[in-house]
C-alpha cells in the first residue's frame, strides 16, 4: 500500500489533546496517510518519506466533516413550496407528504442517481461521512428500498418510518404506529443502523415516538430523535431516556430538556441551515455548550425544510447565529458528528484514525465562517483516496 504525506500544512486540526487549543492544533504539519489511515502527524520539518509527496502550501486541513443527519434519498422538486415560504406561507410537517408521493412512483434508479449525486456533492464540499435516513417511503417496501439504495452509499443508515402519517392512515394514526413497529421495522431493520422519529406536533407524539423507538432498540437500531424544531415537546427527555445517540434540531428546548442533554450521552445536533431556509428563530448553541452539552452540526439536507449540503454554511451559521465561537463551530462539523453516529475513528486525525482528510483554500479554519458563501475545498481524502 502506498503512503501519502502532506507537507506544509499551515494549520492541522487534530481534535486531539495532542495539539493546542479546543482543536488541537498543530501549526507548520505534516501528516502522513497509510492503509487508509492517519499513520503520523507531527512538525513538517520532521516529516518522514513517504510514496507520494503534497505539498499543501500553507493551507490547513482537518478531519473531513462528518454530516450526521441528511435525508437524500428522495425524488421530485419542491423549490416553489420555498418560494412560496419565503412570501409568507410557514413551514408545517406536513409537506414532507409532497416528497412521499414522488418517492413511491420513483423507479429505484432515479432514487439511486439522486442520492448517489448528492453524497457526491457533499464528498465535494469536504463532507466525508454521511448519514442518510429513510422517510419518503413509508411503506414497508418503499421504505426497505430507500435503505437499500442509502446503505450503497454509507454505514450510517437511518430508519425514519416514522416521518410523517402518510395520507392512507388519514384518522388512524394507531393503525401507521402498528405498522412501523412491526412489518417495517422487520423490512428495515437489515439495512438500518439507526431508528429515528419526528416527535413533533403534526408527527408523532411522545407516547408513539416512545413505542417507535422502543420497538426499533428490541431489533438492534440504535434510537434517534427530530425533536423541538417546531416548538418545545417531550422528544428530547425521551431521547435521553431510551439512550439516543443524538436528539436532531434543539431549537426550543425547556430548561429540563438542556438538563436532561448535560446530564446524558445524547448529542444535541444543530441544523441551522433548516432555520435559514424556514425563516424559523435558531437554535441557542451557546446555552447548550455552557451547560455542557455536546453539540454537533449537520446540514439536514432534504427537498423541503433545507436542501444545502454545505457544511460550511452550517459552521458560518453556528457562528453568526448561534453564538459558537469559530473552534466550537469546526469542531461540532466534525468531532460533533462523530459523536453523534458513535464513531471513534473519523472527525479527529490521531494516528490510527480514518484518513478522512479536508484541505481548505486558507491558511485556518476560522475561514469557514469568515468567508460564507466562498467555495475553499482545496482537496479531500477519504480512506487515503483523493476524490476527483
Ligand atoms: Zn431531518
Redesign the pocket.
Known amino acids: 500500500m502506498t503512503a501519502t504525506v502532506i507537507t506544509g500544512i499551515s494549520v492541522l486540526v487534530t481534535n486531539t489533546p495532542g495539539g493546542d487549543g479546543p482543536l488541537g492544533e498543530v501549526t507548520d504539519a505534516a501528516l502522513v496517510m497509510e492503509d487508509g489511515r492517519v499513520a503520523w502527524t507531527g512538525p513538517s520539518a520532521s516529516a518522514p518519506a513517504a510514496d507520494e509527496h503534497v505539498d499543501a502550501a500553507g493551507r490547513c486541513v482537518l478531519p473531513g466533516f462528518v454530516d450526521s443527519?441528511?435525508?437524500v434519498v428522495f425524488a421530485g422538486d419542491r423549490s416553489r413550496e420555498f418560494a412560496a415560504r419565503m412570501a409568507g406561507r410557514p413551514y408545517a410537517a406536513g409537506g414532507i407528504r409532497t416528497t412521499v408521493a414522488a418517492t413511491r412512483e420513483a423507479s429505484d434508479e432515479v432514487l439511486r442517481a439522486t442520492a448517489a449525486r448528492l453524497v457526491a456533492e457533499m464528498h465535494a464540499q469536504g463532507s466525508t461521512t454521511v448519514e442518510i435516513?429513510s422517510?419518503y417511503g413509508l411503506t414497508p417496501a418503499d421504505e426497505a428500498r430507500t435503505l437499500r439504495i442509502a446503505g450503497e452509499l454509507t454505514p450510517e443508515t437511518t430508519f425514519?418510518g416514522a416521518h410523517v402519517v402518510p395520507p392512507e392512515f388519514d384518522g388512524d394514526a394507531r393503525g401507521y404506529v402498528d405498522l412501523v413497529c412491526g412489518e417495517m421495522l422487520r423490512a428495515c431493520a437489515p439495512y438500518a443502523r439507526w431508528a429515528?422519529v419526528?416527535c413533533e406536533r403534526g408527527a408523532f407524539d411522545g407516547e408513539q415516538t416512545r413505542e417507535i423507538l422502543t420497538a426499533a432498540a428490541a431489533a438492534g437500531l440504535t434510537p434517534r430523535v427530530?425533536a423541538g424544531q417546531l416548538g418545545e415537546g417531550p422528544g428530547v427527555r425521551i431521547g435521553v431516556e431510551l439512550g439516543a445517540a443524538s436528539v436532531?434540531?434543539c431549537t426550543f428546548l425547556t430548561d429540563a430538556d438542556v438538563a436532561a442533554l448535560a446530564g446524558s450521552e445524547t448529542v444535541a445536533t444543530l441544523?441551522p441551515t433548516?432555520e435559514f431556509s424556514t425563516r424559523q428563530p435558531y437554535p441557542d448553541a451557546r446555552r447548550l455548550i455552557d451547560a455542557g452539552v455536546t453539540v454537533a452540526l449537520a446540514t439536514?439536507c432534504?427537498p423541503g425544510?433545507g436542501y444545502s449540503s454545505s457544511m460550511a454554511l452550517a459552521i458560518a451559521l453556528g457562528v453568526r447565529e448561534m453564538r459558537m465561537t469559530t473552534e466550537e463551530a469546526v469542531r461540532a462539523a466534525t468531532l460533533g458528528g462523530a459523536r453523534a453516529l458513535r464513531r471513534d475513528d473519523v472527525g479527529h486525525l490521531a494516528p490510527g484514525a480514518r484518513a478522512d482528510v479536508l484541505m481548505l483554500d486558507a491558511p485556518n479554519p476560522i475561514y469557514l465562517a469568515y468567508r460564507p458563501g466562498v467555495p475553499q475545498v482545496s482537496a479531500v481524502w477519504k480512506d487515503g483516496h483523493r476524490l476527483p
Open positions: 443527519h441528511s435525508h435516513k422517510g425514519l429515528d419526528f427530530h436532531d434540531h441544523l433548516i439536514d432534504n425544510s
